[in-house]
């Protein structure tokens, strides 16, 4: 069973940054693709991010090109989300996900799940 734990979240003024980060445990980061979701309550869940373990290439949403970077620690079995240049449109609770196969971009394809983290830009 994969487990995925979020952390780095927090409050922040818009234009400030923040760093996420995803760390993966119970398996051997064999999830081909793993990604950043956020959320809002009363909104679908909407992909920010992806990235394929293997090839390292990486994918955003058009929200967030030039303003956010995904990278991975595959020694540590981690991913991270740099976010810059926050504003109260990014506010939202992010989650971490990973899937076998390559990275699609609907959070439906998505077996595993963290428990999230708030991000909140004022």
């Known amino acids: 069973h994969v487990q995925l734990v979020e952390s780095g979240g927090g409050s922040v003024q818009a234009g400030g940054s923040l760093t996420l980060s995803c760390a993966a445990s119970g398996y051997s980061y064999s999830r081909n693709c793993m990604a950043w979701f956020r959320q809002v309550p009363g909104k679908e869940r909407e992909g920010v991010a992806r990235?394929?373990?293997?090839?390292?290439?990486?994918y955003y949403a058009d929200s967030v090109k030039g303003r956010f970077t995904i990278s991975q620690d595959i020694a540590k079995n981690s991913i991270f989300l740099q976010m810059d240049n926050l504003q109260p449109e990014d506010t939202s609770m992010y989650y971490c996900?990973?899937?076998?196969?390559?990275?699609?971009?609907?959070?439906?394809?998505?077996?595993?799940w963290g428990p999230g983290t708030q991000v909140t830009v004022s």
């Open positions: 996900a990973a899937r076998f196969g390559s990275c699609l971009e609907g959070s439906a394809y998505y077996e595993d």
């Open positions: 990235i394929a373990t293997g090839s390292g290439n990486t």
